[in-house]
T-cell receptor, first 112, second 113 residues
Framework: GENVEQHPSTLSVQEGDSAVIKCTYSDSASNYFPWYKQELGKGPQLIIDIRSNVGEKKDQRIAVTLNKTAKHFSLHITETQPEDSAVYFCAASDPGGFKTIFGAGTRLFVKA | EAGVVQSPRYKIIEKKQPVAFWCNPISGHNTLYWYLQNLGQGPELLIRYENEEAVDDSQLPKDRFSAERLKGVDSTLKIQPAELGDSAVYLC???????????FGPGTRLTVT
């Protein structure tokens, strides 16, 4: 079945540095790739997403890139701030939205 | 606009007892999802509704789990009887359309002792 692998599981950066989280997926039919941020005691919050007809999308300090040939996509956070500390999940979804598979998550620590 | 509402936020029960979780999706969202999130892992789909119809319940352990979505709005997820391994966070999410963005509620943290 569909599988999404996410790396690294833990990432620690200094405030102001960049953070990169990478995901690979197995189902070539996947065409929607959202990223979620989950803070302690809260549900996942959608922060950015990308569909397969584009290779890159940016929203202020966060950006996502997609390489459909290699079946991998990445989240880039620039100028990290302590409030960026959270668990980040990538996900891949089939065209009909029938199944969304989540990665195992990356715990990001931003040190002040 | 109110987000996805879930209750209770926390629940502690003894094994073999029943438990129920309630979800109110974002107004107008026809698609509703129940996910299971174990500690340190990503959410895993239990069941997906399109209006009041359960269109994907392949991952729902039907011997002890049941769900309903009356009138295509609120939904309830039930476990009877609960087992120790059911301890997890149960998340509800909704989307406007099946292929659209999913919005999650805060979850219910279940502890089975």
């Amino acid at each position: 079945g569909e599988n999404v692998e996410q790396h690294p599981s833990t990432l620690s950066v200094q405030e102001g540095d960049s953070a990169v989280i990478k995901c690979t997926y197995s189902d070539s039919a996947s065409n929607y790739f959202p990223w979620y941020k989950q803070e302690l005691g809260k549900g996942p919050q959608l922060i950015i997403d990308i569909r397969s007809n584009v290779g890159e999308k940016k929203d202020q300090r966060i950006a996502v890139t997609l390489n459909k040939t290699a079946k991998h996509f990445s989240l880039h956070i620039t100028e990290t701030q302590p409030e960026d500390s959270a668990v980040y999940f990538c996900a891949a979804s089939d065209p009909g939205g029938f199944k969304t598979i989540f990665g195992a998550g990356t715990r990001l620590f931003v040190k002040a | 606009e109110a987000g996805v509402v879930q209750s209770p936020r926390y629940k502690i029960i003894e094994k073999k007892q029943p438990v129920a979780f309630w979800c109110n999706p974002i107004s107008g969202h026809n698609t509703l999802y129940w996910y299971l999130q174990n500690l340190g892992q990503g959410p895993e789909l239990l069941i997906r509704y399109e209006n009041e119809e359960a269109v994907d319940d392949s991952q729902l352990p039907k011997d002890r789990f049941s769900a309903e979505r009356l009138k295509g709005v609120d939904s309830t997820l039930k476990i009877q009887p609960a087992e120790l391994g059911d301890s997890a966070v149960y998340l509800c999410a909704s989307s406007l359309v099946p292929s659209g963005e999913q919005y999650f509620g805060p979850g219910t943290r279940l502890t089975v002792t």
